[in-house]
């Protein structure tokens, strides 16, 4: 990855690198992207299923359900320091 797409990318997801951020961001990039070669040439790869838990758990027991007593929304809203009838504002972080 080069200079130019490291850039376009931070400017893309909204961040600002420092010259030696960007040098380290880019060895990380081409590393994930040998990363990801290696799995594209596995065989079989598009008919494996995905792997969800790398573990098999079976579980034998549930917990008994307990009703607990919510606090109200306005109880809730005293915690933020900007709020509009019932919702949280916050900053737009999206284009």
Known sequence: ????????LANEILITLTP?????FASELA??????ALLEVLPNIDE????????????????????E????AKEILKN?????DTFVVVPKVVK
Do not use: C, H, I
Request: charged fraction near 35%; hydrophobic fraction near 35%.
């Open 31 to 36: 590393y994930f992207k040998k990363l990801a």
């Open 20 to 24: 030696e951020e960007e040098a380290a």
């Open 48 to 67: 494996t299923a995905p792997m969800v838990f790398p573990f098999k758990v079976t579980q034998t027991y549930l917990r008994e359900d307990e009703a």
């Open 69 to 72: 007593v919510s606090p109200g």
């Open 1 to 8: 990855m080069n200079k130019d797409e490291t850039k376009k």
């Open 80 to 84: 933020s320091k900007n709020v509009k």
